[in-house]
Structure formats: C-alpha cells, structure tokens
C-alpha cells in the first residue's frame, strides 16, 4: 500500500485518471445507456473544478513542504506518525501540518453539508428514479459519508499529534547543544 501511496503522491495526474475512471463507472452502473466515451467525457468535465481546487491545494501544500519529493517523504512521516529530527525537514513538517490544519478548519460544517446533500439526493432519486438507482446511491451515501467521517477523523487526530510532537519535543543533538541551550534560573 505504501508502494501505492507514494506514486499516487508523485503523479497527482494519475490521481485524477483513476477517479474519473471510478465516477465513470458508477454513472453507468447506475444509470446504463450513454455510451461510455459520452460518460467519461461528461465526468471529466463535471470534474474540472474539483480538479483545480486540489491541484491549488496540492500547491500550497508543495509550498508548505518544498518539492513535491519532500511533500511526498513528510505525507509518509505524517501517517506513520514519525517526528522529523533534523531541523529544516521539522520545519517543513511544521508548515505543511499548520497548512493542512488551516485548510480543514471548516471540515465539521462540511461533512454535515455533505450528509445533508447526499440524503437529499437519495430521497428525490427515491421519489422521480427507479429502485436500481436509489438503492445504489442510498449504498454510495452510507459507504461515502462513514469513510469521509472516519478518514476526516483520522487525518485531524494524526495533524493534531503530529503538532504537539513538533512543538514539544526538542530533537537532542548532542552535548554540544544542550551545552548552548540557556539554563533555567532558580528563584530563593
């Protein structure tokens, strides 16, 4: 899986290829007829502004972390939960988890929107649409809406630790720094 995550995080391009193959695929399962050239091109397009909203984070988050290789190695370092010892990756790490943080400061009201808008979704397919496709989107609400939750869930509690770890362990670096580290003044 890591092998999987990490060409994924190199070639965003490949990212992309493989949800508009995924949403291609749903579309003609749920509702079969169009040719699957018309699907692909209609999900595509549908799909641009989703598109430049992550390539604009992707940016920033590249921003963040330095290259694309370092956003990759410090994403690695975030799941595994491993703190960075040497300085400029620990401020790199620093960046790109505040970064992340900030990004994800609204996720609550999102994810309660997106539950709201999936339901509705399911209930006026349910009301105008076959059975076939409320019971595939009723399916793709409740396996949708429970992984964003859990992943959402994750990813903030990983952010979260990752920050305490950053800001309070100080990485040791021999005795030529504690040496050069001030010392604590005791009062009487």
């Known amino acids: ?4 995550n990490t060409l994924l995080g190199k070639h965003i391009w490949l990212q992309f ?4 193959l995924a949403g291609s695929v749903l579309v003609m399962l749920l509702f079969p007829g169009p040719s699957a050239l018309s699907v692909v091109i209609r999900t595509t397009v549908v799909s641009a502004g989703a598109i430049a909203s ?3 984070a992707r940016r920033w988050e590249r921003r963040a972390a330095g290259s694309t290789d370092s956003l990759v190695v410090l994403d690695r370092k975030l799941r595994r939960g491993d703190v ?6 620990r401020d790199a790490m620093r960046a790109l988890v505040a970064q992340r943080l900030h990004s994800t400061r609204h ?3 999102a994810l309660v929107f997106l539950t709201f808008l999936f ?6 397919t349910a009301l105008t649409g076959g059975p076939r496709q409320t019971i595939g989107l009723a399916l793709l609400t409740v396996v949708f809406i429970g992984w964003s939750i859990y992943n959402s869930s994750l990813q903030q509690r990983r952010l979260h630790t990752m920050a305490t770890a950053l800001h309070t362990d100080e990485p040791t670096r021999g005795p030529a720094h ?3 580290r001030p010392q604590a003044q005791t009062q009487p």
């Open 17 to 20: 290829a493989l949800s508009v």
């Open 178 to 180: 504690s040496a050069a």
């Open 54 to 56: 992550v390539l604009v």
């Open 119 to 124: 339901c509705a979704v399911t209930v006026l």
């Open 84 to 89: 960075p010892t040497d300085p400029a990756e």
């Open 107 to 109: 996720r609550v009201p």
């Open 1 to 4: 899986m890591e092998r999987v």
